[in-house]
Structure formats: structure tokens, C-alpha cells
């Protein structure tokens, strides 16, 4: 594990994976495959950090020609803005990559995958990108079992890791059909992210913060993702799925496993794994009176939307996690489309003092200041800042709001060792490091505390394009606030 020291980090910019990979990406044409992970693994080839010997074999229902993938590859490269003189390094990387259409059957990608094999003289392990949905990745895997292709492999599944408890249960029971659990990987980038590896420095690598990261000491949490973008031609995707499955069971859920869980006994990826999944374990089943569902004015004219959904495109949750740290104290989730500004915060917000020993009446108290509070942007490089009361200098005990931030690039600048969270996590699972990835346990779990919102979804309430969401929201925080990112940074 490595998320420690600078020191380590330096370590890992060296530590390319030992063993020769056969990376077969299905969805190789999509979305994902051309912003992320074909410019992602070019990027580990640049750096280092690919093995001695790989080939990507991407594959996909519709066939193209090796040439025409390629072709597509160096595009999604060059469009990526991850590196910018691609054409020196791009020689040798394209050579790496073959394509192969499943549209028809999978024995050719067996025929393929032998090839690449031989090619690497013959000793190679297996990595399986599952860029798909649900159900179409499930089928992939039961393809790969019977093609025998599962020995010495490891298989990355993309989220939504199905769309309820049920759905959940049948596709993991499909998956462990084929491989064992400590062989599947299921990604969520967020996990990958710098700053939210950063969380688990400032908890555990400090005596300032942890002390006071409980109940005792803590009011309120609120995790918040708003995005400017809209659906960006997902309309198809985006009706079935919702801001609630998109975002909520996701990315939001594994963030607060990060902030909530307790020390764990080492930096392993078991005991923090274990750690995260208690959070899970104790969390409270959502309520739908303590959900706001959102839909941006403008959603049903969407590409591929239908002209009366309900979907969601924004969600907001108060939930708890009901154990010894954290009993009483609500946890805020929020994030939408289309909303005021783009953030990834956290915001932890302490309890008032015991004693109010200051003449703190209205007027002397900033307008909307709250409470104390750390705000955590997890954007890479991300930030911390404190908000704080201090006395306005002058005769009268008037106190104003201070701030104080640090900032992860002027400390330590543009850290070249520093990678994009889906290459973290791609250059991870070829070293079989599981740490930041969710057991089936966990994901069944999440979506179990989900069932009662999935069963009887309160209705979409239309929102402004631009806002921070339906007002409805305020009623959820009442008498608390919440807080806007665009307050601190
Ligand atoms: C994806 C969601 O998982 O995360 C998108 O499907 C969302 O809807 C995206 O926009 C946000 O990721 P990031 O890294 O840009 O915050």
C-alpha cells in the first residue's frame, strides 16, 4: 500500500508492474475508453509505469480494423490533454494495440488473446476491462469462463454495479460464477482520487484532527458534488440510471466510508477495507422523507429522454451512521447536473461551544456564518481551509469570520509522480492492489440501506439550470445550512 509518506509516493513513480499484461478493454469505442482509459494507459506507458511487456486488445460488439482502432486511440490521446507532444511517443504504444469484434461470438478474442500472449513470449497475466453496463459485463465474464480465459486474471468492472439489492445479488453471483472475489476489481474513480487518499493522511497521520472527529465534537457533515455539466448526450443512460444511482450509491457513499471509518490496523488493503464496510454496516436505511429528488428544468428535452420522466438529476440525503463515533450526527449528500458551480467538498462543521461567553447576539455574528468548520475540496490538487469566529480588532467584542487554507499545490507543487485517479487505479490492479476498491459485501450493502428510497422515490422537483438545486433542500438541513463550496475557495 501506498498511500503514506512523500516518500512512498516517490517510491511508486518507479515501480512499474512486474508482470507482462494482456489487457483485453471491453466498450473499447465508448465514452469512458476515449477520455479516460485509452489516454490513461498511454499516460502509464509515458511514466513508466506500465509492465516490461503488454498489449491492449480492445474489443467491442461492432468490429473495426486494428488500424481503424488505433486510429481512434492516438485521437483519444491527443484529445485527452494529458500529453502534449504525442507524436514522438506514440510509435511504439500503437504497435501494442490489436482490436477484436464480440458482436458475433468471443472465440476470436480467445485467438487474440493467445497471440498477444505468444507475442510476450508467452507468460502474461490477464486483465479484463469491463467498460459496459451491467448486464452486457456479466455476460463478458461468463464468455471469458467458458473460453477458459480466467486463469491468471483480473477483471475491472465499471459502476453501476447493478441498480438495486436484487440486481446487485444477481451480478455478483454472476461474476463469482467465473472469477474469485479477490480476483474483480470494481472501479470507482473517485477512490483514485489524490485528495481523498489525502483524507486518510490528515485522520491518521496527526494528532490535531482526530481527536475531535466524533460525535463529541462534530455537528454536521455535509459532502457535496454539485456539477455545472448536464447529461452530455448520456440520455439513454441517464433515464435508467438517475443522479441517485449515478452518484449517490457511488461515489458519495464510498466518500463518506472514507470520512467516517475508524482508524484502521495498518494501510492494507484488508483493514481498510474492513473498515470501510462497518461504516456501511452501520448506516442507517434512508428514508425517502429525508431525500430531495431534483430535476433540472429542461432534462425532458433532452437527447433520449423521455418527455415525462421522473428521473433524477440531482439528489440530496440526510442519513446517518449509527455507531459509538458518530450516533446523532447527520451526514448531508448532495450533487446534481446542471447546478451553480462544479465542486467535489467536504464540509465537517463542530458543535458550539459549551458556554456562550461572548454577547453574541444577531447582529454581531457574520450573517450565515453557522458553525466552525474544515472544508476539504477534494479536487486534485484539492485544499483544506478552516472557517473560524475571530474578534474584528476595535473596542467592541464584534467577531468577523477567518479563514485559514492551505493549498496541496503550493505545498508541494506539481508532483509529477501524481496520476490521474483512473490510472491509480488501472496501474493498482496490475499489481493487485486491492485497497481502494469495494467488496460485493459492501456494494450489496449500500444498495440494502437504499431499498426503501428505490421502493417509494419521492417525486422529482424541478430545479433551475444554474441554481443550487430544488428549494426543498433547505428544509432538509433545517435549522442547519447548507454549505456553498464558492463560501471558502
Ligand atoms: C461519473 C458519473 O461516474 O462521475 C458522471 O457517471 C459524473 O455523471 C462523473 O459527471 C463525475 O466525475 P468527476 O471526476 O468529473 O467528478
Redesign the pocket.
Known sequence: MSVTTSSAQEDRAAEAVATNQVIVLFGATGDLARRKLLPGMFHLAQVGLMPGGFRIIGAARHPISTDEFRALARESVAGSGRKSRVDEAWEDFGKTLGFVGVGDGFEALGEAVEAARAELGGEADLLFYLSLPPKAAAGAVEEIGKLGLDENARVIIE?PFGTDLASARELNERLHSVFQENRIYRI???LG?EAVQNLLALRFANGMFEPVWNRNHIDHVQID?P?T?S??M?GS??ED?G?FR??LV??LFQLLGFVAMEPPTSLEPKPLGLEREKVFDSMLPLRPEDVVRGQYVGYRQEDGVDPSSDTETFIAVKTYVDNWRWEGVPFYLRSG?RMAE?H?VLTVAFKQPPRRMFPLDEALIPEGFGRDHLTFEL?DPGSISASFLAKVPGATMQLGEAHMQFNYADAFGNNRAALD?YERLIHDVMNGDRTLFTSSDAIERLWEISEPVLESPPHAIPYEPGSWGPEEIDELIAPRRWHLPSDHI
Do not use: C, Q, V
Open positions: 459502476k470507482d474513480h473517485y482520487r458534488i456539477e455539466l447529461i452530455e448520456r443512460f441517464y440510471t443522479a449515478d452518484m457511488t461515489h447536473k462544479s467535489h479536487g485517479p
